[in-house]
């Protein structure tokens, strides 16, 4: 069974393949200490900041994110199970 300890706010900062940065802040993140070094990121909680999220757009395992109709990151799925 997964607990979570604690709900609040994060905010993430993404790098483009520029070298340039955007924050999100995602709210309601919930923290579950037993996943350990793995991360659960909610798609939905993403896209409700204004972002869209692009799953496959450069291969089958990548994932682009877009915000203000403008590409902010790229980034590979990783220690997938």
Do not use: H
Request: glycine share 12%; aromatic share 6%.
């Amino acid at each position: 069974m997964m607990k979570a300890t604690v709900i609040g706010e994060v905010i993430l900062t993404i790098w483009n393949g520029k070298g340039e940065t955007t924050q999100i802040q995602l709210y309601d993140v919930v923290y579950v200490p037993s996943l350990g070094p793995n991360n659960l990121v909610s798609v939905r909680c993403i896209e409700q900041t204004g972002t869209v999220m692009i799953f496959g757009g450069l291969g089958e395992y990548n994932v682009t994110i877009r915000k203000n109709g403008s590409e902010v990151a790229i980034a590979g799925l990783r220690r997938n199970s």
